[in-house]
């Protein structure tokens, strides 16, 4: 966290990038003009971040339970990820971003892997801002597999069981090394979670507005950490 201006910069910004679908029908396009609008809102909004002296910019892309969508939606968004990769890594790498995914990798096909894997290690040692992209991710899975993680450690060693504490949890979750996000915003006028960071939103502060993703971009971000710079964290304490 820095001040800049006399404002708090909160360090984890998480977006919920919600509306691609809805601006897209709004023009009569189909669906995926608008997830492609999108990834310009991508770079748009991480450039402003960095700009603003945000650390990690993370985004839910897809959620578990977008594989639910028809194939040619989830086909789309999943040759999408591979292109902006493609398209979008030498610049990131320039501009001094480490580049992450963090979801059920599992279930994302090879060839997408392989190509996570270089981008990630490439990035790796980058140090001006961290962009996390959620990918097959959802809360309920994420502490699923962290209890089976720990559960498999603990079973071949007796009292393991009972030293488990709230960083147990933390250090198996897939976000074990990166801060809990400070601010968390939904665009698209939709209030709910739908099943993102559970545990690590526990004392996110929330910004929802209307503006559909596609339409999110540079001022739009800047309102909201406006907004989060005079919120008042108390983390149950009295002032
Ligand atoms: C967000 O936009 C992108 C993903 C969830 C992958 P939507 O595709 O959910 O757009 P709407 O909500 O239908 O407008
Ligand atoms: C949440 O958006 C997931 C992502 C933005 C990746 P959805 O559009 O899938 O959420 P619901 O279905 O409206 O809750
Ligand atoms: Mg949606």
């Known amino acids: 966290m820095e001040t800049t201006d006399n404002h708090i910069v909160p360090s984890h ?24 609008e999108g990834v310009n809102r991508v770079r748009d909004v991480l450039k402003t971040a960095a700009g603003a002296g945000v650390k990690y910019l993370s985004l839910y892309a897809f959620s578990e339970e977008n594989w639910k969508r028809s194939e040619a939606e989830v086909e789309a968004l999943m040759s999408l990820m591979m ?25 994302l096909n090879d060839s997408l892997n392989r190509t996570i894997d270089a981008c990630m290690a490439r990035t790796a040692g980058n140090t001006v801002i961290t962009l996390i992209i959620f ?26 069981a009972e030293s488990i504490d709230m960083d147990t949890i933390s250090s ?15 665009t698209s006028g939709e209030t709910r979670i739908s099943n993102y960071l559970l545990w690590q939103a526990a004392y996110s502060e929330f910004y929802f507005t209307d503006t559909l993703w ?4 540079e001022k739009e971000f800047l309102e909201a950490l406006d907004n989060f710079s005079k919120r008042d964290r108390r983390y149950g304490k009295t002032k």
């Open 13 to 36: 910004v998480s977006i919920i990038m919600d509306g691609n679908g809805r601006w897209a029908k709004m023009r009569n396009q189909e669906r995926w003009v608008g997830h492609a």
């Open 83 to 107: 292109k902006s990769m493609l398209g979008e890594i030498d610049n990131l790498d320039k501009e001094g971003v480490r580049f992450v995914v963090l979801g059920n990798r599992a279930r």
């Open 135 to 160: 990918l097959s991710y959802s809360g309920k899975w994420d502490i699923l597999q962290a209890v089976q993680r720990i559960a498999a450690e603990a079973a071949d060693h007796s009292g393991v």
């Open 172 to 186: 198996h979750l897939v976000t074990s090394g990166y801060p809990d996000p400070d601010l968390i915003i939904r």
């Open 214 to 217: 596609p339409d999110f971009g």
